[in-house]
């Protein structure tokens, strides 16, 4: 069964750091683009930042220049930096395979101002 397992979330003042990961099983992840995701509440769900397997990124306007995501094949692991954080970066943050196939069960990010 494809796991994928967010970790890293919390609670941080505005201005601060929070790095997450997204732990993959069972799958071939080295060839696979990897997204992550948010949904803060009442919104919808939101586009964050994209990798493809060569390291390639694409990342939403509201996070370009704070956030940065990066891939670790040998670990299965996906990452997110996510820098100088705002109250409106609250959210849970989902990361997903590109295709959608599969997803993560979502791990809280809360900044406080």
């Known amino acids: 069964q494809v796991r994928l397992v967010e970790s890293g979330g919390g609670l941080v003042q505005a201005g601060g750091s929070l790095r997450l990961s997204c732990a993959a099983s069972r799958i071939d992840f080295s060839i696979r683009p990897m997204r992550w995701h948010r949904q803060a509440p009442g919104k919808q769900r939101e586009l964050v930042a994209t990798i493809t397997r060569g390291g390639s990124t694409n990342y939403a306007d509201s996070v370009k220049g704070r956030f940065t995501i990066s891939r670790d094949n040998a670990k299965n692991t996906v990452y997110l930096q996510m820098n100088s954080l705002k109250p409106d970066d609250t959210a849970v943050y989902y990361c997903?395979?590109?295709?959608?196939?599969?997803w993560g069960q979502g791990t809280q990010v809360t900044v406080s101002s």
């Open positions: 997903s395979t590109y295709d959608s196939e599969y």
